[in-house]
């Protein structure tokens, strides 16, 4: 390692406050003495951090309160140390450490809604790509459609919660007293960018999830017809899941490289 890497590294760990000897390659002056300069770093790299996570993760630090929310910070960075050249990716662990770490794992909906707000990240973030059209999907020869795989766009994510972790999120986006936690039944969402680029997020129901999730796997179109054979009649699935696609390129969920 060379010189200037090796202080790299020692700064780095001053940071992450684990043991430095960058001590040793600071000259002393003005009024503040060594430790009490370096100590100002360390507090603002800190308060950088947990601007990040404020920020990305606002309707999740309401929820949580000042004090579980100081908790929570402390707690991450504690386990988590920035390793990433982006600050985007920075709290990408922080659903994670919500599910594994008391007191916040005796709470699910806290990993949730976490969850949901990184999805809503990693929505906007996507790449573009360009979007199928009913002509081109007209232009398909008949003997093409078994064999026909549809793309889904690169900003669609799909999520299941057990928790009311989207309707609180938004209760709470509005200003409103969010609902209890629990559901008895799974609810099924899409978050995606629709075709004018806007994030959105949408609740579906389970057979639509299972379809969207089988287009991420490249599954032909033959087979989601034969997916769908014990919950609808033979003649009416062909025409069940057209209807379903033209719904999907209305959204703006499907991708042009498809055909």
């Known amino acids: 390692m060379n010189d200037l890497a090796k202080l790299q590294q020692q700064f780095m760990d001053l940071l992450q406050g684990e043991n430095s000897?960058?001590?040793?390659?600071?000259?002393?002056?003005?009024?503040?003495?060594?430790?009490?300069?370096l100590s100002i770093y360390q507090s603002a790299y800190k308060i950088r951090l947990r601007a990040v996570i404020e920020q990305d993760h606002e309707q999740l630090g309401i929820y949580l309160g000042d004090d579980l929310f100081e908790m929570m910070v402390d707690g991450y960075l504690a386990l988590h140390p920035s390793t990433h050249t982006s600050l985007r990716m920075f709290a990408e662990?922080?659903?994670?450490?919500?599910?594994?770490?008391?007191?916040?794992?005796?709470?699910?909906?806290?990993?949730?809604?976490?969850?949901?707000?990184?999805?809503?990240?990693?929505?906007f973030d996507a790449c573009d790509k360009a979007l199928l059209n009913v002509s081109e999907l007209e232009s398909i020869e008949s003997q093409q459609w078994p064999h026909l795989i549809l793309k889904l766009h690169p900003s669609v994510q799909l999520v299941v919660f057990n928790t009311l972790a989207v309707e609180s999120w938004q209760a709470i986006k509005e200003k409103h007293t969010p609902p209890e936690p629990r559901v008895s039944e799974p609810r099924f969402w899409v978050i995606a960018r629709d075709a004018d680029r806007r994030t959105q997020y949408l609740s579906v129901d389970a057979q639509e999830h299972r379809l969207l999730n089988l287009l991420k796997?490249?599954?032909?179109?033959?087979?989601?017809?034969?997916?769908?054979l014990n919950e609808l009649p033979g003649d009416k699935i062909a025409g069940f899941l057209i209807t379903k696609i033209n719904q999907w390129l209305e959204r703006g969920w499907l991708v042009s490289e498809s055909v």
């Open 93 to 123: 662990k922080l659903p994670n450490y919500l599910t594994v770490n008391t007191p916040f794992s005796d709470y699910p909906i806290l990993a949730d809604i976490a969850k949901f707000e990184r999805l809503l990240l990693s929505a």
């Open 217 to 228: 796997q490249n599954t032909p179109f033959a087979q989601l017809c034969e997916s769908c």
């Open 21 to 37: 000897d960058i001590s040793e390659q600071i000259v002393q002056q003005g009024q503040l003495n060594t430790q009490q300069r």
